[in-house]
């Protein structure tokens, strides 16, 4: 019943469910007890840990790790959450290879960090399988405040309100809460629902209501907010996609790698989950990673990466880069498209060769045409539905300090707010820090 | 290749490695796969009086303590000597002596402090043809609560004693098993000797807890809810061995009694170590308890090429030599003066030497940008807690000042003299000690 690899055009059921099973298997398995202690007791207990400098949300490493070599893995779990409360995500999804591991000293020295996002899930998975939710709320202030956007900054802020004795509203413009954790991550991260049941967690802290398919534009203003909540966090992300500016980007067949993402971590059954033979992704980042990984998982005959520049510009980092070409995925380097070919849907991708003349990036003349089914744009997302009363910093939201904005009792947070990088783990740190503020002005 | 062949009190061995007395060594099955894997001698699970023999628990007998990844640092046991009846132990003695006559083979021995005891077991086991016998003086639990094992280690008095009894009724070579449960090991061993003793062995195992399980409140290994204090042994307990069998080796009253070293000892290193002390050979135990009697092929092969690379054709070439280096503290150069030194290039910034020194010791270390760690001279007293605690070997050592050079924590000039604390001045006890 299985189409095979080979069919051309962009079907569903390539792969048998036994396939399908162990490619969407966790990527990283979670360690057992042993293995937890054998990976901790590698930690040097270093002074000033340079892995808690390079966290963004400086979680206490050094001592998460000695948590758990003690036995105490809730313990550790209670050290990562109070600074970090979407610890369990994070631990699935943080780029650890750019962040604490590359600066963990046995890195330097081995070439062999300890495992720090592996055992940082180990300890989260324990507190969180028990059931039990270490935080409890202050005495409520009577002050609210709304959140806008679900995802981990937004649910970041929330807890830490709520925790703090706020009444917090989180609203959100898609059906479900938590954001990109709920439709960006990569399926194979973030196995088991993980997202809805860390989401269901957090909000056992109390004191949060979610209100999903509300969002600026449809149904909420920020002045609507402002009136009738006391603050105003914003963490309405990055909805917007950019565009190829490529002939023939409209044919069937041509798609936004981040919906083609959020559809496949959606699916109820994903062997009728359709995907092209031959895939090319465009683009340099974790989206056109994970949207090639997926692809091929999917049962894709070839999946391409096409990017405009070379290996170390990348924004996936190095890891990423080898686990999408230990999947099969070919990456191309240093071209751009051109033209999608296709007499009623792409059929061809037209790629053009690129080069660094006087440090602007150049197409070549030179092309290259490869087959392909199905193309998947991932060349950035931006800012979308933006209440003209915000200052932009480019074009983000313009912050300063906690990610207070130019409107007074607004703050903002998270990818759609300016400053730091576009991950989980600086959501969260955003969203953390913004709450500490509005707590603070609140109680002024 | 060196040649390991060990004589040790006229007994050969193909080498000094021996297997204790203990579970390993409890019947002839496993005595004959040890010295088919290679094992010089062994000290047969201790042997005790004729008639129903002990009975042991019937729940765990041991416990461990752990490193890293589980590995075993120390095991304690509550198991009493052998459990089987003495004619099938003499039997199997017997047969297994003449299969293997290259191999060292003596009978550990325990039965009451009696001299008719002892006079009716002798004969028997010198039928056994028997290489020696090994007093088992040591036992820490069960035997010693019926006056034997330990209980009689502990007294000196006994020991000369029950040793006399058995060099006047057997007459091949008398090893006395000493038992770490007492405050100077120097006392039984003089015992040991002044009874006619051919040898000491030592140490065996120490009185210990390892555990409580903080759930049902019962130290481990626990029966039914209750524990008993067991014997310590293993990797852990080598430290301690050492510095009493090198105090036994550097004692006038005992100078000259050959030793036969026992004690965590786990590699060629630590039996080399053990040797250079003063033993003649080695017994062991846990180790082969652990990862099973192919160990031996490690330790032959180790210390045969440590003994090339130094020139030994013998083992007993190096029995001893670090004997003379072993002194009281008050006889240490305190005119030698070191410094840490960290190694810029190996040093991988963990900062568990500042930590270390910083908070616990004499603030000698530095922090600088970009988590540089150097060593302040001025305070530094060469404690060397930052070797202790660095994880990069070699990364941080101890360099000895030059005579003549100024340490620059006292503002002194370093001498060149030799002088210890009986001659310095802060000691009010410096003129007697002249």
């Known amino acids: ?444 | 290749m060196a040649d390991l062949t060990t004589d040790f009190l006229g007994i050969t061995s193909p080498n000094p490695f021996w297997l204790a007395s203990a579970p390993p060594t409890d019947k002839e099955y496993n005595v004959r796969r040890a010295f088919e894997a290679g094992w010089g001698g062994v000290v047969w699970k201790t042997l005790g009086a004729e008639g129903p023999p002990v009975v042991n628990v019937n729940g765990p007998r041991y416990g461990a303590i752990y490193g890293a990844d589980r590995r075993l640092l120390g095991l304690n046991n509550i198991e009493l000597i052998t459990d089987r009846p003495l004619e099938v132990n003499l039997e199997e003695m017997a047969r297994v002596k003449a299969d293997y006559p290259d191999r060292a083979l003596i009978a550990s021995i325990m039965v009451p402090c009696e001299e008719g005891a002892w006079k009716a077991i002798l004969p028997r086991v010198a039928e056994t043809g028997a290489d020696g016998i090994e007093l088992n003086f040591g036992c820490p639990h069960g035997m010693s609560e019926r006056g034997m094992g330990s209980a009689v280690g502990q007294v000196p008095e006994y020991i000369e004693m029950v040793t006399r009894w058995c060099k006047k009724y057997y007459d091949r070579p008398v090893i006395v098993k000493l038992t770490p449960n007492i405050t100077d090991v120097r006392k039984p061993a003089a015992a040991a000797k002044n009874g006619g003793a051919d040898a000491v062995s030592l140490i065996n195992t120490i009185n210990s807890i390892t555990s409580v399980n903080l759930d049902t409140m019962s130290p481990e290994p626990s029966i039914d809810g209750k524990g008993s204090h067991g014997g310590y042994c293993g990797p852990a307990v080598k430290p301690i061995a050492m510095s009493m069998v090198s105090e036994i080796a550097r004692n006038p009253d005992t100078l000259g009694l050959p030793i036969s070293g026992i004690g965590g000892i786990t590699t060629w290193r630590d039996a080399a170590e053990f040797i250079s002390l003063g033993c003649g050979n080695v017994q062991v135990c846990t180790a082969a308890m652990t990862y099973g009697f192919k160990i031996v092929e490690e330790m032959a092969t180790g210390l045969s090429k440590w003994m090339d690379e130094k020139g030994h054709t013998n083992v007993r070439d190096f029995v001893g030599q670090a004997v003379p280096n072993v002194t009281d503290w008050q006889y240490l150069n305190l005119n030698y003066i070191a410094k840490a030194k960290i190694d810029q290039d190996q040093c991988i910034k963990c900062g568990r030497c500042y930590a270390a020194c910083e908070d616990t010791s004499h603030q000698a270390i530095s922090m600088g940008a970009d988590r540089v760690f150097e060593v302040i001279d001025e305070e530094c007293v060469a404690c060397n807690l930052c070797v202790d605690v660095c994880p990069v070997e070699d990364c941080i050592t101890m360099e000895q000042m030059q005579p003549g050079a100024v340490d620059p924590r006292t503002g002194k000039r370093v001498e060149e003299t030799y002088a210890n604390w009986t001659m310095h001045p802060n000691n009010p006890m410096a003129k007697a000690a002249e």
């Open chain 1, 1 to 444: 019943m299985a189409h095979g690899q080979t069919a051309p055009g962009i079907l569903a059921g390539r792969l048998s469910s036994e396939e399908i099973e162990t490619n969407f298997s966790d990527l990283h398995p979670p360690y057992a007890p042993h293995e937890a202690a054998v990976a901790a007791d590698r930690c040097y207990f270093c002074h000033d840990a340079p892995c808690v400098t390079a966290c963004p949300t400086d979680i206490d490493i050094p001592l998460f790790i000695r948590q758990i070599q003690g036995g105490n893995p809730e313990g550790a779990a209670e050290t990562i959450l109070s600074q970090n409360i979407l610890g369990g995500m994070c631990a699935r999804v943080c780029p650890t290879e750019t962040l604490c591991e590359e600066v963990c000293v046995r890195e330097v020295a081995e070439g062999k960090p300890v495992e720090i996002g592996r055992l940082q899930r180990f300890a989260t998975d324990v507190l969180m399988g028990s059931g039990e939710h270490p935080f409890m709320r202050a005495e409520d202030t009577g002050k609210r405040v709304a959140v806008v956007g679900a995802g981990p900054a937004g649910l970041a802020c929330a807890h830490r309100l709520a925790m703090l004795g706020h009444q917090v509203t989180i609203y959100d413009a898609n059906s479900k809460p938590g954001g990109l954790n709920e439709y960006g991550i990569a399926a194979y991260k973030a196995t088991n629902d993980f997202a809805q049941a860390e989401v269901d967690w957090l909000l056992r802290i109390g004191g949060i209501s979610v209100e999903c398919n509300a969002a600026l534009g449809n149904g909420l203003t920020l002045e609507g907010l402002r009136e009738a909540f006391d603050a105003v966090f914003l963490a309405v992300g990055l909805a917007g996609v950019n565009a190829l500016r490529a002939q023939g980007e409209d044919k069937p067949g041509v798609h936004h790698a981040v919906d083609f993402i959020s559809e496949v971590r959606q699916a109820d059954d994903l062997l009728k989950h359709p995907v092209g033979r031959h895939v090319v992704v465009i683009g340099g980042g974790m989206t056109a990673i994970d949207a090639a990984v997926k692809s091929k998982l999917l049962g894709a005959e070839h999946v391409t990466v096409a990017y405009r520049r070379g290996a170390s510009a990348m924004g996936a980092s190095k890891f990423e880069q080898d686990l999408a070409t230990s999947k099969g995925v070919k990456l191309m380097f240093n071209v751009q498209p051109r033209q999608v070919h296709g007499e009623d849907a792409a059929t061809e991708i037209e790629l053009e060769y690129t080069a660094s003349v006087d440090g602007t990036l150049q197409g070549t003349g030179e092309s290259v045409r490869l087959p392909a089914d199905q193309v998947l744009k991932a060349i950035g997302q931006r800012l979308e539905g933006v209440p003209d009363a915000l200052h932009l910093n480019g074009n983000k939201i313009a912050v300063i300090g906690a990610g207070r904005t130019s409107v007074e009792g607004v703050w903002a947070g998270g990818d759609c707010a300016a400053g730091g990088e576009d991950l989980t783990v600086t959501a969260v740190a955003e969203g953390r820090d913004a709450a500490m503020d509005i707590d603070a002005v609140l109680r002024a």
